[in-house]
């Protein structure tokens, strides 16, 4: 009775378990891990013509794994971030199988050893246009929570408004009833402005809006954004939801996101 393949009992381990559960990723990073080794699976059985049946451990070496990202590059026109990104994963199982696999210990960190390539292009230290839609992708919007997050980082996007903007916000500065959109942010000295908001904004705010009955005139001038004791957000509050998924962005696509981010960092893109 076949039951499968050392590499494929642990590979499952590895998706399945070890990575949700012991180092607590997040799904968005393991399925982009997975999707790496769904790549290396294809490259295996067309490149080295070695069909799952006989993926093994055994055939997991140094120089096939060096192969299979030259083959990244060149093969399916890669970048180097990308490149490095599959690195990553399997450095990650390759950490794994240290402590499963112990016989096989040289093997696992000769792969280790190989180190991400550099990109000569300047790293950027801002968000792009796709930084920023992978961030939105984060929140988990079946939660009340993640549906409030994404509005928030979604406006602050939409707007450039600063922190201490965002948290004075009521939902008496929205005009959304009807073209033009806007939002009167209120800043330093109490000194106002409008600014227009983008139609794909509006349906996310206005959802979070209905759900939180914020368009009550009872509540025109509670806090837009409130936390679970009915008080408006605070700056560390803010900061600690920026940061969060910025962190969970950054296992997904770590090329696409600065090295430093920060509420003025988000701000600064629209400006």
Same mark, same amino acid.
């Given at each position: 009775m076949n039951t499968g393949t050392d590499f494929a009992k642990h590979l499952s381990r590895f998706l399945s378990e070890y990575l949700p559960y012991e180092r607590n990723?997040?799904? /968005? =990073?393991? /399925?982009?891990?997975?999707?790496?080794f769904v790549q290396f699976i294809g490259y295996m059985k067309d490149v080295q013509k070695i069909r799952l049946e *006989?993926?093994?451990?055994?055939?997991?070496?140094? *120089?096939?794994?060096?192969?299979?990202?030259?083959?990244v590059q060149k093969e399916r026109n890669c970048g180097i971030a990308t490149r490095n990104h599959r690195l990553a994963a399997i450095h990650s199982f390759m950490s794994y199988l240290q402590y499963e696999e112990i016989q096989h210990?040289?093997?696992? *960190?000769?792969?280790?050893? %190989?180190?991400?390539?550099?990109?000569?292009?300047?790293? @950027?230290?801002?968000l792009s246009a796709d930084g920023i839609k992978l961030l939105l992708k984060q929140p988990d919007i079946? =939660?009340? /929570? +993640?549906?409030? /997050?994404?509005?928030?980082?979604?406006l602050m996007y939409d707007t450039g408004a600063r922190v201490q903007e965002? @948290?004075? $916000?009521?939902?008496?500065?929205?005009? %959304?009833? +009807?073209?033009?959109?806007? @939002?009167?942010?209120? +800043?330093? +000295?109490?000194?106002?402005?409008?600014?227009?908001?983008?139609?794909?904004q509006i349906v996310i705010l206005k959802r979070y809006m209905e759900e939180n009955h914020l368009f009550e005139n009872y509540k025109l001038?509670?806090? $837009?954004?409130?936390n679970s004791r009915n008080e408006k957000l605070t700056r560390a509050g803010v900061t600690y939801i920026l940061k969060t998924y910025v962190g969970m962005a950054k296992q997904v696509t770590p090329a696409l996101v600065p090295c430093i981010i920060s509420c003025h960092t988000l701000?600064?893109?629209?400006e």
């Open positions: 990723m997040s799904p /968005n =990073t393991v /399925n982009s891990y997975r999707d790496t *006989q993926l093994t451990l055994d055939t997991v070496t140094r *120089q096939r794994v060096l192969y299979f990202l030259s083959w210990l040289d093997e696992w *960190q000769r792969i280790l050893s %190989i180190k991400a390539m550099r990109d000569e292009k300047k790293s @950027i230290s801002y079946t =939660t009340r /929570n +993640g549906r409030r /997050n994404l509005a928030l980082l979604a965002i @948290i004075d $916000l009521t939902p008496e500065s929205l005009k %959304i009833e +009807g073209e033009p959109y806007t @939002i009167r942010l209120f +800043g330093k +000295g109490r000194k106002s402005r409008v600014v227009p908001l983008m139609e794909e001038k509670h806090p $837009l954004f409130f701000r600064h893109y629209v």
